[in-house]
């Protein structure tokens, strides 16, 4: 039962086009969820977070936004550059005792063509 | 600088040998996580450590053994019992109640 879902597990954009990708989650206890990107053979990077009493939160070229009604989070990428190729995970975080626990979705490869 | 590190990257493993994989971080981090990535499947918890001597079952826990001795170290067993034990595996720590989690580079096991 995979509580976070990433149904696109491929997307290609055009350098400079804004680059769209969507995670939907189904435990309404998740209050806090993230982005990382990662490259081949490398562990992930950090890249955005937002909490569940915000519907947006920008950094630079990155914006996630969240529609709780809709268990729905998406990242915005614009302008999409060609190393923005990478793929890219939701995650989604609930407290578990005195730390919490990221439950993450499948990916997105996004391959920026320029 | 601070970080957590993976050895090996690359890792071979005849069938039937059991193997260790390392893990340390000097950020100071209480809690410890181990993943696998298969293609098309993400990232399956494995194991997890909140504090030093304890350890926790993740999803896919069965075929693999951990230890946390020390706060910086977290090694992760890879049994003869795991039945499919090629994957790139990933190390992961953080702060008590922190948001999110630190990686290693991870190490890639190979069953030849």
């Known amino acids: 039962d995979q509580q976070v879902k990433q149904n696109s597990p491929s997307l290609s954009v055009q350098e400079g086009r804004i680059s769209i990708l969507n995670c939907d989650y189904t435990n309404s206890m998740f209050d806090y969820f993230l982005w990382y990107k990662k490259y081949p053979a490398e562990g992930p990077t950090f890249l955005i977070s937002?909490?569940?009493?915000?519907d947006k939160n920008e950094d630079g070229r990155f914006t996630v936004f969240l529609n709780k009604s809709a268990k729905h989070l998406s990242l915005h990428i614009v302008p999409s550059q060609p190393g923005d190729s990478a793929v890219y995970f939701c995650?989604?975080?609930?407290?578990?005792?005195?730390?919490?626990?990221?439950?993450f979705g499948s990916g997105t490869q996004l391959t920026v063509l320029p | 600088d601070g970080g957590i590190t993976q050895s090996p990257k690359y890792l071979f493993r005849k069938e039937g040998q059991n193997v260790t994989l390392s893990c340390e971080q000097n950020l100071n981090h209480d809690a410890m996580y181990w993943y696998r990535q298969d293609p098309g499947q993400g990232l399956r918890l494995i194991y997890y450590s909140q504090i030093v001597n304890d350890f926790q079952k993740g999803d896919i826990a069965e075929g693999y053994s951990v230890s946390r001795e020390k706060k910086e170290s977290f090694p992760l067993t890879v049994t003869s019992a795991q039945k499919n034990p090629t994957a790139f595996y990933l190390c992961?720590?953080?702060?008590?109640?922190?948001?999110?989690?630190?990686f290693g580079s991870g190490t890639r096991l190979t069953v030849v």
């Open positions: 995650a989604a975080s609930v407290a578990s005792g005195s730390a919490r626990q990221l439950t």
């Open positions: 937002i909490s569940s009493i915000k």
């Open positions: 992961a720590s953080s702060m008590d109640g922190s948001y999110g989690y630190t």
